[in-house]
């Protein structure tokens, strides 16, 4: 089955813990991204990857970190995480040509304490 | 990228005809309209992608006028399973400026 999976679905966590939330697909996709879903300020998005170890900035980059080693990989580290970073994480992909749809994972709830 | 302006909610009844609007004056020669579904926690779902005129699939029907200004999402004979926020998204996607951005969305209700 084609998808987009993340890991762990929920995270509870201390400030300054240092912690991965792990992005997979299985669809051969060029394209990945991250965003956060905050209520009020809906999908932001984090990082983004055109491919393999091709990463940039979107709105929201402070405090994360995102590698591209492998097509199917793209987590998402959060080296000293704080409590605003408390939120709904969720990774997509999709194809790099043309303007093919995002598919996107069920999501990571993070809670920072 | 083109800045999209939808309606915060809208409420209707199962077994009407649901359409939102979505405003993108700013549209660019090479980009195309997507809309997106998604329920309380869970990632969106795809629901239907158009350059120009209509397109229809399964689930819904979009309405894109010759000037492409503006787009209509309509959803048929809504149910209560419809309820979601819908996302309208602009732009070619994959050009330099990849930061697909995604709005505040409309907040569709439906009752019984």
């Known amino acids: 089955e084609a998808q987009v999976t993340q890991n762990p679905r929920y995270l509870i966590t201390v400030t300054g813990k240092k912690l991965t939330v792990t992005c997979s697909q299985n669809?051969?996709?060029?394209?990945m991204s991250w965003y956060r879903q905050d209520p009020g300020l809906g999908l932001r998005q984090i990082y983004y990857s055109m491919n393999v170890e091709v990463t940039d900035k979107g709105d929201v980059p402070e405090g994360y970190k995102v590698s591209r080693k492998e097509k199917r990989n793209f987590p998402l580290i959060l080296e000293s995480p704080s409590p605003n970073q408390t939120s709904l994480y969720f990774c997509?992909?999709?194809f790099g040509q043309g303007n093919p749809p995002l598919h996107f994972g069920n999501g990571t709830r993070l809670t920072v304490t | 990228l083109a800045k999209t302006t939808q309606p915060i909610s809208m409420d209707s009844y199962e077994g009407q005809e649901v359409n939102i609007t979505c405003s993108h004056n700013n549209i660019a020669t090479n980009d195309y309209i997507t809309w997106y579904q998604q329920f309380p926690s869970q990632g969106p779902r795809f629901i239907i992608q158009g350059y120009k005129t209509k397109v229809t699939n399964e689930v819904a029907s979009l309405f894109i006028p010759a000037d492409r200004k503006s787009s209509t999402l309509s959803l048929p004979r809504v149910s209560l399973s419809d309820t979601a926020v819908y996302y309208c998204?602009?732009?070619?996607?994959?050009?330099?400026?990849?930061?697909?951005?995604f709005g505040s969305g409309t907040r569709l209700s439906i009752r019984p």
């Open positions: 997509a992909s999709s």
């Open positions: 669809m051969n996709h060029e394209y």
């Open positions: 998204l602009v732009g070619d996607g994959y050009s330099s400026a990849s930061k697909i951005i």
